[in-house]
Structures are given as C-alpha cells and as structure tokens.
C-alpha cells in the first residue's frame, strides 16, 4: 500500500491519503458485494491480508475502500478480532 500512496505527479487525488501516516487509514473491503446494505469488514493494514481473507467467501475481484481519519461512513462495519491473539 506505500508503494501506491507515494508522492508523484500522476497521484495528485490521492494527495490526502499520502500525507496521512498509513496506520491512521481505514481500510474495509464489502462482505456481500451484490447486496445493497452489505456489512464491511474492517482490515487491519499491518496483519497479513491472507489471514484476514481466511473466513471470507470472495467471488470476483474484491474491492478495498479506504477512508481518511476524518471522513465518516454510513455502512455497518464487521471488526474481526486478530487470529493471532487468539487463545485456545
């Protein structure tokens, strides 16, 4: 995701999220994408993204939102716990 958000002539749109430190960045991806009020699930941008697509069902090309700190949503949002912390 740093590679992306680089500064760089032809990513002036993105000019927010590049001076905003990658962990403040929300980053979700749609758990249902065919259905109007699809839950999202919020990633962790730290956690490898293959654990965390471990319990999702994936069809087609996913698509990841990403959010500035100061921006607001209006969809149900799905937090995860983190399957490294998990104690058995």
Same mark, same amino acid.
């Given at each position: 995701?740093? #590679?992306?958000?680089?500064?760089?002539?032809? =990513?002036?749109?993105?000019?927010?999220?590049?001076?905003?430190?990658?962990?403040?960045? =929300?980053?979700? /991806?749609?758990?249902? %994408?065919?259905?109007?009020?699809? %839950?999202? +699930? #919020?990633?962790? /941008?730290?956690?490898? /993204?293959?654990? $965390?697509?471990? =319990?999702? @069902? /994936?069809?087609?090309? %996913?698509?990841?939102? @990403?959010?500035? %700190?100061?921006?607001?949503?209006?969809?149900? @949002?799905?937090? @995860?716990?983190?399957?490294? +912390?998990? $104690?058995?």
């Amino acid at each position: 995701m740093e #590679e992306h958000l680089k500064p760089g002539p032809c =990513n002036h749109k993105l000019y927010p999220f590049c001076a905003e430190q990658l962990d403040c960045l =929300n980053f979700f /991806i749609c758990k249902y %994408p065919k259905g109007p009020r699809s %839950p999202f +699930h #919020e990633l962790d /941008i730290r956690a490898p /993204i293959r654990e $965390q697509y471990a =319990n999702l @069902v /994936i069809q087609g090309c %996913p698509q990841i939102h @990403v959010f500035l %700190p100061s921006h607001s949503y209006d969809f149900d @949002v799905i937090k @995860v716990a983190d399957p490294r +912390h998990h $104690q058995l």
